[in-house]
């Protein structure tokens, strides 16, 4: 079997050949991109696309709402790497593929990733398509990538801060009273493994623990992050709100459709963190 760093080597070899800005070492943002937030990569011009099937080692995304292509371009006056679609672990992948993003893009020179996703508002004060800035976050994935990563780099990380919060404030400072963008919270994203949404009794456990959304990414992605030293902006859009904070059944075409009417709002908010805070 392959070995996990030679999957590593191939994917980012593969990229580097194919993208003339990562092989010049002159793309040092990344972004990824959650469930239905593929509009955002529309905002790139002179845009090259590989799809996830072509890159050796790459795991392929089959969910709807994730388009499943690695998108490089420019977004204003900015070299940016997209992953539009991400990996996750409950479609029965293992943590490192669900993280083999990160490592590969650390490996192209990015040095700060902008990491979105779609998340089930847990805070009353919240409302659907809501844009929170993640301060922190409660793993409850019932698993970690770094078990078993004995001898590629350290395992007992420092994890007291994993989204950077002074380029939050400046993000925060950036983006003002920006009509574009609207009203920004903030607040703890919690992450389960899924794939089924949550119970009215987990999610008021969840809110006695200080979870102001969930969702079922993320956390992986932050932790490999904070091992490679990349740092980390973390967004989630409140897609729906979460079991037993309102009333009716959760489904993921309501998901898919509040991303949709966030995605300009987004879409706005990661360009002016490329070109005014990184």
Request: net charge neutral; with cysteine; aromatic share 6%.
């Amino acid at each position: 079997m392959e070995s996990y760093k030679r999957k590593i080597d191939r994917a980012a070899g593969y990229i580097r050949k194919k993208i003339r800005c990562v092989s010049t070492d002159d793309c040092k943002t990344g972004i990824i991109l959650g469930s239905g937030a593929g509009p955002v990569a529309e905002r790139l011009s002179e845009g090259t696309s590989i799809k996830y099937t072509d890159i050796p080692g790459f795991p392929v995304s089959m969910i709807e709402g994730h388009k499943g292509e690695l998108v490089v371009g420019r977004m204003g006056q900015r070299n940016v790497m997209i992953f539009n679609g991400r990996f996750h672990y409950y479609q029965g992948f293992s943590m490192e593929d669900v993280t083999i993003n990160i490592r590969v893009a650390r490996m192209l020179g990015v040095e700060t990733m902008i990491i979105t996703n779609a998340s089930g508002g847990i805070n009353r004060d919240f409302d659907p398509g809501d844009i929170m800035l993640i301060t922190d976050h409660i793993n409850c994935m019932g698993s970690n990538p770094l078990i078993g990563f004995l001898g590629h780099g350290p395992i007992f990380i420092d994890m007291s801060e994993p989204y950077d919060l002074a380029l939050l404030k400046k993000v925060k400072d950036a983006a003002g009273t920006n009509e574009e963008i609207g009203r920004l919270t903030e607040g703890v994203y919690l992450a389960v493994h899924g794939p089924s949404y949550e119970t009215k009794a987990e999610i008021s456990f969840f809110e006695k623990i200080g979870a102001d959304a969930v969702g079922m990414s993320t956390v992986p992605e932050v932790i490999v992050a904070a091992q490679e030293g990349i740092r980390v902006i973390g967004i989630s859009v409140i897609s729906n709100m979460a079991c037993g904070i309102t009333k009716g059944k959760l489904r993921h075409s309501e998901v898919l459709e509040n991303m949709t009417k966030a995605g300009s709002r987004l879409g706005a908010l990661i360009e002016l963190t490329v070109n005014k805070v990184l």
